[in-house]
């Protein structure tokens, strides 16, 4: 982990710096087939729409489709379908908010106080539910402010109607497009992989060696920029940094070996791997790898790690008798516990969501609700910096609104019309990934447009400046009641964060030792809840650091494979304590204290390295002891000697 210097730090510090940092456009590719899906996802609801003479009435289909496409991030298609089949239906159920609007008014803002509160809770446990969240709270929005949709469950429908479309749009992409750049990279590098172990043979390893450092080097640029898109967690980018770091260890090791006959046998098992990852075929040395030979075990990790198989039984932590279903419950509720940075912000989200509908007292005029929609937004606690957000989405939308008003004033619904839809539609895919301005700018009028076509209002200038008007008030009690009043560190490193996750987990870790026989013990609940929370932080302070103006976002994201790290650590730990084991050894039980000791002190300590590495797994404890050093050793290559991490 590098560390910006102090003239760098400084030179951020200035308002004018800081604002280019801030405004400067990310890298981005063109995806021709999410471009594609997106446009068609449009044009088709449409194109029904100017056949049947009654485009108002097959929007909010367009809508569906369009919520799921701009929200689309790089993943293979299983992951796409999951996550559509996650936050579809949240999406659609956002009608029933819409029966809020006959309440008093106070019912209804504390109702959405609550919804806001628990929706952000919900959104820190996956990417899915996130995207879902934040279309139940902006579509509630919706529903809310505009009661002529009622009866509601229709329009909801329709929501889901145009999900499906997405859904059918990207099944047929994945029928007739099935190679993916990430998929070729990883091949590239087991094939790079399998050239290093021959050239270790013959004696020759310099243009070998490159080549894998180079593939490396790659394949975790692509992983850190896909985290830096992503929003949430992301178990799929979860599983992509075991298996880099899996080849990692496999680079080590070839790198390490002398054994010709080892090193062949390692260049043909590679080579048959990539042949079978690039089919699509299992694993074909799932059975056949040698446990005893540490070439072998290790190519046979990295494929677990690759096809995201259950771990080998090397590596399993045996049940010897099955968990009560009270104690499933109470690993459950443990692992769902939030931290105190998730729960702060969520409580800032409710009151600017009760106080964004509570603007209704006051403005009364329609599409009032454009000012919650731009709070829920803008607010999402796990989607990145609050001011950057804040300040990006004023600039966008005050260009989207024209724009919007400008295709409202002078373009009636029609083939042109349709067609200016369309084109915007196709191009959002590449505006959301160079900047959450041009987000906004495209987003803004299609939104307005589709939305205003159901709930027709008053066009032109005076409806370009109702709505920008509507948004710096969202952005003000954003920037007031959401960020300005709450407190906050000023250091927003990650290694106070990680020095915390790393210092709970290491209180678990003894905790379960101490309660060895007794999986129910109070101080395991009460260690497991503070790890997991603290690891809720970690990962919650990350996200948000995401949303920053580079070089911050960049070295916050370069965090996340040592947070997954240390996540699978703990959930070895959680393993472990929720079974009931025979008393450890004294020899195992000094192995995983001076492990927690390793834990508390710092990954650079060079007391772990004296250990006994031959620990026989004969026990859960020794075990356990395999995976813990397996990882710790795995997070010790990837941060600077004497970083104290």
Known sequence: MHSSSPSQSSALMRPNAWLKELTRLKPAHWRWGRSIRVALGMAIPLGFGLALDNIASVLFIAMGAMLQGVGERDAPYAVLFKKAAISAPLGAVSFLLGYLSALPLGVMVGVMACVAFVSAIISSYSAALSIGCLQLLAMGAVFIGNPELAPYWPTGCMLLLGSLLYMVLLALEALFYRQRPDRDMTINLLRALAELARSRAEGRVESARQQVTDQLAALYGLLLQRRSHALGKNNHLNQAAAWLQQADALFALLMSSSDPQALRQ?????????????????????????????????????????????????????????????????????????????????????????????????????????????????????MGSIFGRTVLRCLGTAGGVVVGSAILAWLPPGPLFALIMVLIAAVMPWMGQRSYALFSLGLTPLVLVLIDAVSPETHGVNYAVLRLIDTLLGAAIVLVFGYLIWPRSQDRQMESAFLVARRQIAAYLRASLDAAGNRDAPQVHISRRQAYGALSNMRTRLQQALGDPPPAGREAAAWFPLLAAAERVCDAITAYSSQVHPAPAEQDVRQLQELARVMDVGLDDPGWKQMDDRVPDTSPEARLITQIRSELRQSRRMVEPGQGV
């Open 266 to 382: 390692a260049h043909d098992q590679l080579q048959s791997m990539a042949r079978a990852y690039g089919a699509g075929s299992d694993d074909p040395i799932a059975e056949s790898a040698d446990a005893a030979q540490p070439l072998s075990a290790t190519i046979a990790a990295l494929g677990q790690a690759l096809w995201g198989r259950t771990a080998p039984a090397s590596l399993t932590l045996d049940a010897p008798e099955p968990v009560h279903r009270q104690s499933r419950l109470a690993l459950l509720l443990d692992k769902l516990t939030p931290g105190r940075q998730v729960v702060q912000p969520a409580l800032a989200l409710a009151l600017c969501t009760g106080l964004g509908y509570s603007l209704y007292w006051i403005d009364d005029k329609s599409h009032w609700y454009w000012v919650p929609m731009t709070v829920c937004i803008v607010m999402k606690p796990d």
